[in-house]
C-alpha cells in the first residue's frame, strides 16, 4: 500500500506527508509540483497523471481553499476546486482501485449547541461547509470513500495561535471573537489518526469519522490555556464580531469524535496537553 497526500504543503498535509514517509512508502502532490513532489491543480485535474495511483493506494485528499471569507467572495473558483475539481479527481482515483480519504470540516453539521456525534444529521453553515458536503454526498455509498470531519485543528503554526503568539512578542493586546466554539483538537492527533484510518481501513466501517479533541472551548478559553501554560506575557480581550463574521461560520458546533481515540488507541490529547507538547517542540529544536 502507497500513501499519495493530495496538498503536501498544506498546513496538515506537510505534516501527514512527513509522517507518512516515516511509516512506509508515500507520494505527495502540490499545485506546482517540485524535485519531490508530483504536481496537481485541482482546478485542472485532468492534467494529472494517473498513473501514479495503484490498486489498493489509499489517497488522502486535504488540499482546498478552505478560508470561508473566500469560499463565499469567490465562490465560482472556489467551487471549481472544492467540488468539480476536487470530485473529479476522486472518481479517477477511484476508478484504479484506490480509496479514498477526504478531509471535510465539522462547519456541514451546522450550528449546535448540544452534544452530537458521527449520526447527526448535516446542516451546512456556509459556502465552504456546502462544499465540503456536497463532496461527500457524491460519494455516499461508495465503500473507498471515508470522510473525515475535522474540528479547530491546533498547533504553533495555526493561523490564531501564530497571530497570540505575535501580539505576545510585540508586548500587544490581543482581540478574541467571542462566542466562538470549536472541539479543538491537535495537529499531531489529525495526523496520527488520518495514518491509522488509512493503514487500519477495514476496521472502521463507517463513512464518517469526527476529528475533534475531548473539549469544546472557546476562542477565549484557548487563550487563556496558552497564557496559563506555555505563555504567560500574553494579553487579550474578547470583543463581538460583526454579524457578518458568523454568515460563514457558526457559533458553536458541539462536536464530539468517539471514534478518534479508537483510532489514536489513546485519548485525543487536551488542549494543555498539546500546547506543552507544541512548545517543548519548539524549545528542544532550540
Given at each position: 500500500m502507497k500513501l499519495i497526500i493530495i496538498g503536501a504543503t498544506g498546513y496538515i498535509g506537510e505534516s501527514l506527508f512527513a509522517l507518512a514517509n516515516k511509516v512506509g512508502n508515500a507520494r505527495g502532490t502540490s499545485s506546482v509540483g517540485s524535485r519531490t513532489l508530483i504536481p496537481l491543480r485541482l482546478d485542472a485535474p485532468d492534467e494529472f497523471d494517473y498513473n501514479v495511483i495503484q490498486d489498493a493506494d489509499v489517497v488522502l485528499v486535504t488540499a482546498a481553499i478552505s478560508a470561508p471569507d473566500v469560499c463565499s467572495r469567490e465562490h465560482e473558483r472556489a467551487w471549481a476546486v472544492n467540488v468539480t475539481g476536487t470530485s473529479s479527481f476522486i472518481s479517477k482515483a477511484i476508478s484504479r482501485g484506490a480509496r479514498i480519504i477526504f478531509f471535510s470540516s465539522d462547519t456541514v453539521y451546522g450550528e449546535r449547541a448540544?452534544?452530537?456525534?458521527?449520526?447527526?444529521?448535516?446542516?451546512p453553515a456556509g459556502d465552504y461547509a456546502v462544499m465540503k458536503h456536497e463532496v461527500e454526498s457524491r460519494f455516499t455509498g461508495y465503500?473507498?470513500?471515508?470522510?473525515?470531519?475535522?474540528?479547530?485543528?491546533?498547533?504553533?503554526?495555526?493561523?490564531?495561535?501564530?497571530?497570540?503568539?505575535?501580539?505576545?512578542e510585540r508586548g500587544e493586546e490581543a482581540e478574541i471573537f467571542h462566542p466562538f466554539y470549536r472541539a479543538v483538537v491537535h495537529r499531531d492527533d489529525?495526523?496520527?489518526?488520518?495514518?491509522?484510518?488509512?493503514r487500519r481501513w477495514d476496521e472502521f466501517p463507517q463513512f464518517v469519522i469526527n476529528f475533534g479533541g475531548p473539549d469544546v472551548i472557546a476562542r477565549t478559553e484557548l487563550a487563556q490555556v496558552l497564557k496559563d501554560s506555555v505563555l504567560p506575557e500574553l494579553r487579550f480581550r474578547q470583543i463581538e464580531p460583526e454579524p457578518e463574521f458568523f454568515a460563514n461560520r457558526p457559533r458553536v458546533i458541539q462536536m464530539k469524535s468517539p471514534l478518534l481515540a479508537t483510532l489514536l488507541g489513546r485519548p485525543a490529547r487536551t488542549l494543555r496537553e498539546a500546547a506543552q507538547l507544541e512548545f517543548d517542540q519548539e524549545r528542544n529544536a532550540k
Open positions: 448540544d452534544d452530537f456525534d458521527e449520526t447527526a444529521a448535516c446542516n465503500p473507498a470513500f471515508k470522510a473525515i470531519r475535522l474540528s479547530y485543528v491546533f498547533s504553533r503554526e495555526d493561523k490564531f495561535t501564530k497571530y497570540l503568539l505575535g501580539c505576545a489529525v495526523v496520527q489518526g488520518a495514518i491509522a484510518l488509512a
